[in-house]
């Protein structure tokens, strides 16, 4: 959000189309004061249908009202080495900060709730010399933008520079204190609380270590232990924590569900119907419209198709076999011949067992298949050597294969002579749109719709 006075906008030519940040903020740096203000309080952009949607949502929910620092603030404070990024030794270049997989999604989940998130970290590298306070920011500047990349942001940063103990080769005798920011002091939380109106009995710490519970105890929070980093087996502290997770991302859901909090999906929900409708905008008509000619014409010529799949997509092959043997078949005086081969499980089993799961579907086509059959597969990435194998089967009899793949379309793509690509990295999607496929081709090849032999 910009506040300019009037005097500045006036100085904008009109009509000229402006980048604001670039064209306008950047060179007022040079002649004019320019002042930052950086809140937890509640601001958002409604300019899009979503994010108009979302803000609906929070002032339905009270989000509004929590959000103002006039209240007693809910927060969670979070260590970093070992809860939000993996412990690799003395930290103290960007390279070496490795977040956790599932960490940006944890923080992002606290962002969508009524709580803060601010992380507070013993960063003692700097008194032993390994590096400045400076290159610690930096540190953090790659952190925040790591988390910034998916959708996720830390409220505010405290760190803790020095150390007391003495006797290291490089080190900053300047840091050499004993301090009160240093965790299991309270020093670093105690500012937090201050600046954002915080209420301790309705705050957590989430960390790695004895270190970290301790100094939730000391601060009146609730603590949280994650196995991650140390897993609390660091030792320094007889301390027991109140509740116990696997990792960060687990730690925060327990902590909103205890709290009657629910989780805000809403963003990852319409990131994914987005991204599910673009790819169902460019998928080729071309390759269905062959897909169904191929399948009617065996229809007609009283031929089988045969279908198989792994894991999700034998599901989607059962499912197609019962759309097409029964809800396309139904009202047609010549039916479809579909037979699944994953459906079969001790056929499967047995192949598995005494010749090779990679055969379990090629096997079974040995005795009944024939060159005027079609064999439809399916696979998400289009390498799934079984049915890699069950295509290359099909096509040395000549006959006809059909593949629906997604990712680049792997070696079914190249193999088969008609494919259905849904061209994403993404496997749910990928399974999606295959049972898309299924009901478009029901829907069209049905009574309603389509030739009705």
Sequence with gaps: MFIFEYEIVGRIPEPVKKDWEQEVVEKLLFTHRVFGYRTSEYIKDTGTPDRFR???FELRTGKWELKNLARKQR???????????RLAGQVSHPEQLQLYERSSEAIRLLNGSGYLAIMITNQPVVAKGLCTE?????IHRKLETVLGENGAYLDDIMFCPHHPDKGYPDENPDYKIDCDCRKPKIGMIKSMMEKYNIDPSVSYMIGDTTRDIQTGINAGLHTMLVHTGESGKDGRYPVTPELEAEDLLTAVKLILYREGEKMDYAHDIRTYLNEEQRVLENLDENEINEVMNVLERTRLSKKRVFICGNGGSAATASHFTC????????SQRIKYNFECLNDNIPMMMAIANDIGYEDIFSEPLKNKMSREDVLLAISGSGNSRNVVKAVEYAKSIGATTISLVGYDGGQLKKLSDYCIHVNINNMQIVEDVHMVMDHVMMFVL???????G
């Design 54 to 56: 979302e803000t609906v």
């Design 75 to 85: 927060c969670v404070f979070v260590d970093r080495d070992g809860t939000i990024n």
């Design 134 to 138: 400076e290159d610690i920011r930096f």
């Design 323 to 330: 759309d097409f043997n029964k809800g396309i078949s139904y």
């Design 446 to 452: 049905s009574g309603m719709k389509g030739a009705n």
